[in-house]
């Protein structure tokens, strides 16, 4: 069965692998690691992915790059999260590098969908 859709997407799918390894490195981190950095990561996780299928799912390429703004923010706001959980040292370096990884990786693969909408806005979306 071949996917179409925001399924079809790589960033879409690198951000569900973004989800999987939140949760991976949650459940591994020391018990003293605040909840509330937790929560963040995993709601900012969450979010990706669902931000970039509506975004996908809209009926402008301005509505579509609003949702792609929104994900910059969240990347930037758990990219903070991880780097607080590291200088406090409530996580082991090996652990967060292959997320380190994968945030650079959506970073660019969001610039570049921001640009292909942003050089396509006067043209109708194709689903």
């Not at 020391?30 to 909840?35: G, R, Y």
């Not at 992915?49 to 609003?66: F, I, K, M, N, V």
């Not at 990884?101 to 959506?106: E, G, V």
């Amino acid at each position: 069965m071949s996917f179409r859709g925001y399924r079809g997407l790589t960033v879409w799918n690198r951000s569900i692998d973004l989800v999987e390894h939140t949760y991976g490195l949650t459940n591994r981190l020391h018990d003293d690691a605040p909840a509330e950095i937790l929560a963040e990561l995993r709601r900012c996780a969450l979010a990706i992915p669902s931000h970039l299928a509506a975004g996908y799912q809209a009926p402008s390429t301005d509505e579509y790059l609003r949702n792609v703004h929104a994900v910059q923010l969240l990347l930037t706001r758990y990219e903070t999260q991880i780097t607080i959980l590291e200088r406090l040292e409530w996580t082991i370096p090996e652990n967060v590098n292959e997320i380190q990884s994968l945030l650079t990786l959506l970073a660019q693969l969001l610039q570049s969908l921001e640009r292909y909408l942003s050089s396509h806005k006067d043209q109708p979306l194709v689903s």
